[in-house]
C-alpha cells in the first residue's frame, strides 16, 4: 500500500468554526508533512513531524494547530480561519530521517483537501 | 535550499521525447536533485532524483551536467497523461533535513 489518504476531499468552513482535515498512510514512513497551496501556485512547507515530533514549523499562524496521535495519523486543526486561508492543503510522508538517506527520501503526497473558508 | 531555474512552460507533441531542463548553479556538492510533477487535481510524486551521475527509472531519465549547475529530466515517449507541471527540487544532504522547497515549476502540456 503506497497510498496517502485524506479526509475531507472538499470543506467549506466559516471563519467561526473549529475543523480538522485528516491524513492517514500504512507504510510505515516515520516522517509526515502538511502544505498548503494557493491555485496556480507551488506547494509550500507548513509542518514536518519526525517520529511524532514537531520538528518543523515554517512560522505557520497558531490558527493551525497540526497533531501527530501516532505513526500512521496526521492531523490539522483548524479554528478562527480567515479567507485568505482557502486552499488545497496536501499532507506527503516519507521514510524516517536515516543518516544514510540523507537528502534522498522521496515523499508520498495524498490528493490534498480542498478548503475554502467563507 | 540552494535555488532552482525552469521555464514556465512548454509544449510537446504525443509520442515524441521531452527534455525538461533545470539550471542550479549554486548547488552544493551535497545536494540532491528531485524531480516531482504534479497532475491536474492531484497531489506532487515523485519521479526521480540523482546525485552526479545521469539516473534512469521506468518513468523517466534524468541526465546532470559534468558541473551539476544544471540537469535535464527526459520522458522518453510523451503521452497525454504526463501533462503536469514538473518540479525541480535541490535537497541538502544533512541528517534531519526532511524539507522539500518548490519553485514554480515547469508546465508541460501535450499536444496530441
Known amino acids: 500500500d503506497t497510498e496517502v489518504t485524506q479526509t475531507p476531499k472538499h470543506l467549506v468552513m466559516g471563519m467561526t468554526n473549529k475543523k480538522s482535515l485528516k491524513c492517514e498512510q500504512h507504510?510505515?514512513?516515520?516522517?509526515m508533512y502538511w502544505y498548503k497551496q494557493k491555485a496556480k501556485k507551488p506547494p509550500e512547507l507548513m509542518f514536518v513531524?519526525?517520529?511524532?515530533?514537531?520538528?518543523i514549523n515554517e512560522s505557520v499562524p497558531s490558527r493551525f494547530s497540526p497533531e501527530c496521535p501516532n505513526s500512521s495519523l496526521l492531523n490539522l486543526h483548524l479554528h478562527a480561519l480567515q479567507p485568505e486561508d482557502s486552499a488545497l492543503y496536501l499532507c506527503?510522508?516519507?521514510?524516517?530521517?536515516?543518516?544514510?538517506?540523507?537528502?534522498?527520501?522521496?515523499?508520498?503526497f495524498g490528493p490534498g483537501t480542498r478548503l475554502t473558508v467563507l | 535550499d540552494a535555488k532552482t531555474t525552469q521555464p514556465n512552460s512548454m509544449e510537446s507533441n504525443e509520442e515524441e521525447p521531452v527534455h525538461l531542463p533545470c539550471n542550479h548553479s549554486?548547488?552544493?556538492?551535497?545536494?540532491?536533485i528531485h524531480w516531482y510533477r504534479q497532475l491536474p487535481s492531484q497531489g506532487p510524486e515523485y519521479v526521480i532524483h540523482?546525485?552526479?551521475s545521469n539516473v534512469n527509472n521506468r518513468m523517466a531519465s534524468l541526465a546532470i551536467a559534468e558541473d551539476r549547475k544544471s540537469s535535464t529530466l527526459i520522458l522518453h515517449r510523451a503521452t497525454l497523461r504526463d501533462a503536469a507541471v514538473y518540479y525541480c527540487?535541490?535537497?541538502?544532504?544533512?541528517?534531519?533535513?526532511?524539507?522539500?522547497?518548490f519553485g514554480t515549476g515547469t508546465r508541460l502540456t501535450i499536444i496530441p
Open positions: 506527503a510522508s516519507s521514510q524516517g530521517a536515516n543518516l544514510r538517506r540523507a537528502g534522498r527520501n522521496e515523499q508520498f
Open positions: 507504510m510505515g514512513h516515520r516522517a
Open positions: 513531524y519526525s517520529y511524532e515530533k514537531l520538528s
Open positions: 549554486t548547488i552544493s556538492g551535497t545536494d540532491y
Open positions: 540523482g546525485l552526479t
Open positions: 527540487i535541490l535537497r541538502a544532504s544533512n541528517f534531519g533535513n526532511e524539507k522539500l522547497t
